[in-house]
């Protein structure tokens, strides 16, 4: 099926210009001012008043994720469909093997897990250990399965935590095989202590979760990833960045010349630890890692994004149902750590970012899909409209008004971080691989 798009503003990450866009076999075929109609077969939209975006890329999901209380409540299919609803049309999700595993074996796995992900969907592998093989499976992933990003935990000791010399040859060998270390920053030996001391104490249980992962925790795991990503000569992308002291880490390496990304999520820009004051039903959905922080560090990573040293926005949408926190209700350390979000990253950063005046709008395409597609490689494919790109385009409706409920959201889950939230903007149509998956107002076809 062709489209033709007429009247709207198209944004990309450098300019907006007004043009007309035709969409056929997938690709963006043409675009230009006045595209004829004469003997057009297709489905004409008329975007005026609407802006035109690049699909939104999320590279950072847990879709039916395994934890203890049972898998994160959204597989690739609602998952997928949230995402599409909200305007992302790829994702980037997760393999993470059992130890002793391979990690091609694990990528096969995970692959046919997602089989039916709705989204267009890519990973990020894991070396959870280093083992005799692990170089070598790392450049198999490169050069014959287009794996392009290695993710580690500085976290979670017990299940897939590396530790440091571990990190470093991982590091080694994908800076070797042309790839990205991605890494979660939390010192994890010490956080464990801090965990075992907060389980003895009397504190509310969300409030535990918080005291046992300071900002420190990560903004060291920061400056160490960076000094032996620096020896390495491995490209570094850090996910989900909560506070301030580790932006200074990331701001500095990054004046040196060193090539280090950073990522925040939503969550660390609009809501507080305040949060974990409230009773357990409702402080539970916040239960995250990094914790959520104070307000100044939501204010700083702001900046962060709106002076470059922030490239990415991403949710680590990773939802747990109110049954399977409440598993933790009586020991914080049982509660699944995650919250759901994809849905809701391209309206609240367009509302709260855009619309606030904390960023443009071509830094908003920016961060919500160019970077993500340049640093994952999936750029000029993705990430960009232009002739000869996938035909993933969001078509937004800048005056839609909504507030977020788990009454009215696609995610498959009774929480909602982002409850009661008012948002601006929205999708009006979703179109991916050229199919639209999201839309109403079909003018003619
Ligand atoms: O709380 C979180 N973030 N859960 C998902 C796993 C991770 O650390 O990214
Ligand atoms: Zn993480
Ligand atoms: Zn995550």
Known sequence: MNILIKNGTIVNSDKSIEADILLANGKIQNIGNDLSLNDFKGRIIDATGFYIYPGGIDPHVHMHLPSPSGFSSDDFQTGGKAALYGGTTTLIDFVTPNRGESLIEALNLRKDEAKNSLTDTFFHVSPVEWRSTTHSEIRELIQKHGIQSFKTYMAYKNSVGLDDADLFEVMKAVAHEGGVVTVHCELGDEIEI????????????????????????????????????????????????????????????????????????????????????????????????????????????????????????????????????????????????????????????????????????NKFVDITSTNAAKIFGLFPKKGIIAEGADADIVIWNPTKENIISVETHHQNCDLDIYEGLEIVGAPEFVILNGNIFVGERILSS
């Open 194 to 361: 801090l965990r075992e001391e907060f389980a003895k104490t009397d504190l509310p249980v969300p409030e535990a979760h918080l005291l046992s992962r300071p900002p420190e925790m990560e903004s060291e795991a920061v400056k160490k990833a960076i000094d032996l990503a620096r020896k390495a000569n491995c490209p570094l992308y850090i996910v989900h960045v909560s506070s301030a002291q580790s932006l200074v880490h990331i701001a500095k390496a990054q004046k040196e010349g060193q090539i280090v990304y950073a990522e925040t999520c939503p969550q660390y820009l609009l809501l507080d630890q305040s949060k974990y004051s409230c009773p357990f039903d409702e402080a539970a959905a916040f239960v995250i890692s990094p914790p959520l922080r104070t307000k100044e560090d939501n204010d700083a990573l702001w900046k962060a994004i709106a002076d470059g040293n922030v490239q990415t926005v991403g949710t680590d949408h990773c939802p747990f149902t109110l049954v399977q926190k409440s598993v933790g209700k009586e020991d914080f350390r049982k509660i699944p750590n995650g919250a759901g979000g994809v849905e809701h990253r391209m309206s609240l950063l367009y509302y709260y970012g855009v619309l606030q005046n904390r960023i443009s709008l």
